[in-house]
């Protein structure tokens, strides 16, 4: 049976060639006989003006601009630094700006704002907590806003920086 099917395969494919090729080869004749086309010239370059560059007093742009006069300003490393080794908080991962006082509450004796992220949750926080993505401390809670400590970087060190955040007017 296999070898009826071989035979039978081999007989059909021998069937489906064509030996004549004239069409073919009466084509390719004619593509060859088609004269060439042209390549366009690529368009002349435009003119540029030239400058000459006559230094006079000016100075030479190819070095540093340096006056004597001016006071280079030293940063000096305090020292701070964030810790590396502290757990992030939750409100760190979102810059101050998009952070919204929206109320404080005492427990216990103890004064908690409440703030809102940019993604509508509201969260409790107190003195110590940190939020913003500058390290920010928070020192004082008033009724009206959150006073914290950034540390800024500056240079290869960082300077402490006051920042706030205020309580959100409702409309």
Known sequence: MRWLAVILAAGLLAGCSNHDMSDLKAYVAEVKARPPSGISPPPEPAEVETFLYVPGDRRDPFTPDTNPNEQVETV????LRPDPNRRKE???????DSLRMVGTLEQDGKRWALVKDKDGTIHRVTTGNHMGRNYGRIVEITEDKIKLVELVRIGSGYQEQEAEVSLEQSE
């Open 76 to 79: 000096v490393d305090s020292g």
């Open 90 to 96: 939750e409100l760190e991962f979102f810059p101050l």
